[in-house]
T-cell receptor
Framework: KQEVTQIPAALSVPEGENLVLNCSFT??????LQWFRQDPGKGLTSLLL?????REQTSGRLNASLDKSSGRSTLYIAASQPGDSATYLC????????FGKGTMLLVSP | NAGVTQTPKFQVLKTGQSMTLQCAQD?????MSWYRQDPGMGLRLIHY???????DQGEVPNGYNVSRSTTEDFPLRLLSAAPSQTSVYFC??????????????FGSGTRLTVV
C-alpha cells in the first residue's frame, strides 16, 4: 500500500524567505506526482504536476523536484509572500491517487 | 468550461437519512473518484471509476455506494447516514493517454454534517 509522508506538518516563516516542503512515498511505481494548495475551507488547487519520467517542474516562484528512485519530492517556494499561506498537499498517482497529510504554511508580513 | 461541479456545497442530515452527493465534469475525463477529508486523517479515497459502467472501492468504502452510468456524472450515495460520515467530500476527475496521466482536477467540495 502506498504511503505518503509530508514534512514538516507546519511551518511558519517571515515574508521573503525561500522555503522547502518535503514529500516522501514508499512505492516508486508511480505515474506522476502532483502538488496542490488548499486554502482554509476551500477546495484543492493544482500547482505542479511532475510525470514519473521528469525530474522537475517550475511555475513562477514554485519549483518541484522528483526523485522516483529514492521516493522523494520537494516543493521549493522562492521569496515567500503572505498570500502563500495555505496547506500544501503532495499526492502520488499510481492505480489511485494517494495523499500526504499536508504542510500548513504561514508566511507572516 | 466548468471543470468538476459538486452539489450541494453544504448539507445537514439526521442519522439514518439517505442522500446523494452529485458530481459532474465536462472535460470528458474517463477517471472519476470520491474522497473524504477529515482533520488529522488527510484525504482518503472512497470509491473510484475508470469509465462508464466501471466502479471500484477505495480505502474507506463502507456506507457509500456509487454508480457511473455516463462519462460526465459520478454520484455518491449515503445509504443510512451516521455521525462518522460527517466530513468534507471531494470529487475529482482525470484522464490518461497510454501510460501518461495528466493530473487530477478537484471540485470545490461538499461539507456534510450528520447529527
Amino acid at each position: 500500500k502506498q504511503e505518503v509522508t509530508q514534512i514538516p506538518a507546519a511551518l511558519s516563516v517571515p515574508e521573503g524567505e525561500n522555503l522547502v516542503l518535503n514529500c516522501s512515498f514508499t512505492d516508486s511505481a508511480i505515474y506522476n506526482l502532483q502538488w496542490f494548495r488548499q486554502d482554509p475551507g476551500k477546495g484543492l488547487t493544482s500547482l505542479l504536476l511532475i510525470q514519473s519520467s521528469q525530474r522537475e517542474q517550475t511555475s513562477g516562484r514554485l519549483n518541484a523536484s522528483l526523485d522516483k528512485s529514492s521516493g522523494r519530492s520537494t516543493l521549493y517556494i522562492a521569496a515567500s509572500q503572505p498570500g502563500d499561506s495555505a496547506t500544501y498537499l503532495c499526492a502520488v498517482s499510481g492505480r489511485t491517487l494517494t495523499f500526504g497529510k499536508g504542510t500548513m504554511l504561514l508566511v507572516s508580513p | 468550461n466548468a471543470g468538476v461541479t459538486q452539489t450541494p456545497k453544504f448539507q445537514v442530515l439526521k442519522t439514518g437519512q439517505s442522500m446523494t452527493l452529485q458530481c459532474a465534469q465536462d472535460m470528458n475525463h474517463e477517471y472519476m473518484s470520491w474522497y473524504r477529508q477529515d482533520p488529522g486523517m488527510g484525504l482518503r479515497l472512497i470509491h473510484y471509476s475508470v469509465g462508464a459502467g466501471i466502479t471500484d472501492q477505495g480505502e474507506v468504502p463502507n456506507g457509500y455506494n456509487v454508480s457511473r452510468s455516463t462519462t460526465e456524472d459520478f454520484p455518491l450515495r449515503l445509504l443510512s447516514a451516521a455521525p462518522s460520515q460527517t466530513s468534507v467530500y471531494f470529487c475529482a476527475s482525470s484522464y490518461s493517454v497510454g501510460q501518461l496521466n495528466y493530473g487530477y482536477t478537484f471540485g470545490s467540495g461538499t461539507r456534510l454534517t450528520v447529527v
